[in-house]
């Protein structure tokens, strides 16, 4: 599968531990159909405060993560997705 021509590639040797945990605490609460906003990923992820948002910062940054804010929160979502919930469906259930 090729990457989508505006989406960097990152290298996967500057991912630590901690930003794979926080990228499978977004797939997670993504396929339980809730929206992965700060709060949500802090309880997810159990990161302190400041690990937590200097990483998302950073994910942001390298190209990994988009950020949207709705309702007055900031939810993350993976900048592209090379996985699927299921095989033959490419998202979980719908986020209310």
Known sequence: MGRAPDVPHVD?????DD????????ATL??????PSRSELSAATELPDDI??????VMSRLGMLVSEHRAGRTVYRPARRGWSTQP???????MS
């Open 12 to 16: 996967m040797q500057r991912v630590t």
């Open 19 to 26: 930003m794979a945990g926080i990228y499978e605490a977004i």
């Open 30 to 35: 993504e396929y339980a159909g809730r929206e």
């Open 52 to 57: 937590l948002d200097q990483n998302l910062a």
């Open 88 to 94: 033959g469906q490419a998202e979980g259930p719908k």
